[in-house]
């Protein structure tokens, strides 16, 4: 059995922080582009975070239909670079994610992207926040563009997951993501969980399957002991 931990990373909301704002700004150049007055808050923002454009349209304007959602969708898509700097204006990184990181890497384990987002555009966002150099793989399910109704997220992660381990050996896995479905992901490949809670946005769950809940990501070090 391999001597290395694998280490499987959400991104957004948990190595990144305030890409709330830039979700919130383009859902709302859009609607203004479609004729809608109706603007979403950063609240709901915050509540729909993780789930697809088309969930948040289809949230902010229930009394639409799949066509229209799926026309905003395919809008955000063609903003390419002017949507890509309103992320950049906005997104950072989480606090102490290089520390924690680099750390992991440099006691020579293995860190992998596991998102919702399409492998390019996670490359993109890890460039954008300066993290691409410690994270050794992306794997992404894409369901963040999809033009589809929601979905049981955590099994296309968990396939995903499940399919890099087919030829993979390590002494350990720990998943870290911020999501219900992270949870339930990790837990179907035999991880230990851990969900990441931003304070200043959300509150403490009531009800978790994770192993531990975490608001400062160096916690996640003592699993290196």
């Not at 700004?25 to 088309?54: H, M, P, R």
């Not at 860190?111 to 691409?132: G, Q």
Request: hydrophobic share 40%.
């Amino acid at each position: 059995m391999s001597n290395k931990i694998l280490f499987v990373w959400d991104f957004h909301g948990v190595l990144e922080k305030d890409n709330i704002y830039a979700v919130r700004d383009i859902c709302n150049l859009v609607l203004d582009e479609f004729g809608f007055a109706k603007k979403i808050t950063i609240q709901e923002t915050i509540k729909y975070y993780g789930l697809s454009w088309l969930d948040y349209f289809k949230f902010t304007l229930p009394e639409g239909n799949y066509e229209l959602w799926n026309q905003m969708v395919k809008r955000v898509l063609t903003l390419q670079e002017k949507g890509w700097n309103i992320i950049k204006s906005h997104i950072k990184p989480r606090d102490f994610s290089k520390d924690v990181l680099q750390k992991i890497k440099e006691n020579n384990n293995y860190n992998i992207l596991l998102t919702n987002s399409s492998v390019e555009h996670a490359k993109r966002f890890i460039d954008f926040i300066d993290l691409a150099k410690y994270i050794d793989e992306v794997k992404g399910v894409d369901y963040h563009w999809s033009c589809r109704p929601n979905q049981e997220i955590h099994n296309l992660k968990s396939q995903l997951l499940l399919d890099f381990l087919k030829i993979k050996n390590y002494k350990k896995i720990i998943a870290i993501g911020d999501r219900e479905s992270d949870i339930k992901a990790g837990k179907n490949c035999g991880a230990i969980t851990y969900l990441f809670v931003d304070l200043k946005i959300n509150k403490r769950p009531e009800e978790t399957e994770a192993d531990y809940v975490i608001s400062d990501l160096r916690e996640i070090l003592k699993e290196l002991n």
